[in-house]
């Protein structure tokens, strides 16, 4: 898949900044997780997309094994390297895409998934994967960049979000999110709609985005309605975002 390939090259050749990065690490978002999540030490688990490994790593200090997949070797290494700073070693480290897991049916407790699923290519076949490796009473959680509901944002955020990373598929509104997850075999525990920022410049430089296409992204914020610049307020030091986090129980 033409998406693949830009994830493996865009993310292939800044792994270690992904690794290093503070919106990814971020111990509020991780221990927030972990409260909603509750693991045991008896749960196997598996990250989706692991990137630089932070959510398995935390996730891996109260369970028995987790199993972190991405589909860009040079990620898996640097979240190899950070397991190996946090003395983490019941982590297993593979090669795998969401989209075609390989794992048996019902083979976790609990699937985990964070800031990745905008770059799926086929939402609707990863969560269906997602749920199927599933145990009956596992637990799925995801916490994603989103966007709010609404034709205009819903339409020029993700434009914004192409123009920095163009491996970037959709940031799903709430709206989108609940009409994803009514079609599948889950119970909705939680759900957080989060408004936070994207720090400038850090957010460009982490994708080493050229100054022209920094311009085109605040050529897009300054065509905004007024009622979308007021849902997103931005200047030249951040531009405001959100994500949408939701925990749910895969039905018997």
């Not at 898949?1 to 919106?23: C, H, L, P, V």
């Not at 269906?128 to 799925?140: F, I, S, Y």
Request: proline share 4%; with cysteine; charged share 25%.
């Amino acid at each position: 898949m033409d998406n693949q390939r830009e994830i493996r090259k865009n993310f292939g050749k800044r792994a270690s900044k992904y690794r290093k990065s503070t919106t990814h690490g971020n111990q509020e978002d991780l221990l927030r997780m972990l409260k909603l999540l509750k693991p045991l030490p008896d749960t196997v688990a598996l990250d989706v997309a692991t990137g630089g490994g932070h959510t398995a790593v935390a996730l891996a200090k109260y369970v028995q094994k987790v199993i972190a997949i991405d589909i860009t070797p040079e990620m898996l290494e640097e979240a190899a390297i950070h397991a190996a700073k946090n003395c983490v070693t019941n982590i297993e480290f593979q090669i795998s895409d969401v989209h075609n897991l390989p794992f048996a049916t019902g083979q976790f407790d609990l699937v985990t998934s964070r800031f990745a699923p905008h770059h799926f290519y086929d939402i609707k076949t990863a969560l269906q994967e997602m749920c199927r490796v599933l145990k009956p009473g596992g637990l799925l959680y995801i916490l994603d960049c989103s966007v709010y509901d609404g034709a205009e944002t819903e339409r020029e955020i993700n434009r914004i979000e192409y123009l920095r990373d163009n491996s970037h598929i959709c940031s799903y509104s709430p709206r989108q999110w609940q009409e994803l997850l009514q079609k599948l075999p889950l119970k909705l525990l939680q759900t957080s709609f989060i408004q936070t920022r994207y720090v400038l410049p850090d957010w460009f430089e982490r994708m080493e985005v050229e100054q022209s296409t920094r311009q085109e992204v605040f050529k897009v914020l300054d065509s905004l309605s007024a009622e979308a610049k007021a849902l997103y307020p931005y200047d030249a030091n951040y531009i405001t975002t959100y994500r949408f986090e939701f925990v749910a129980a895969k039905l018997s």
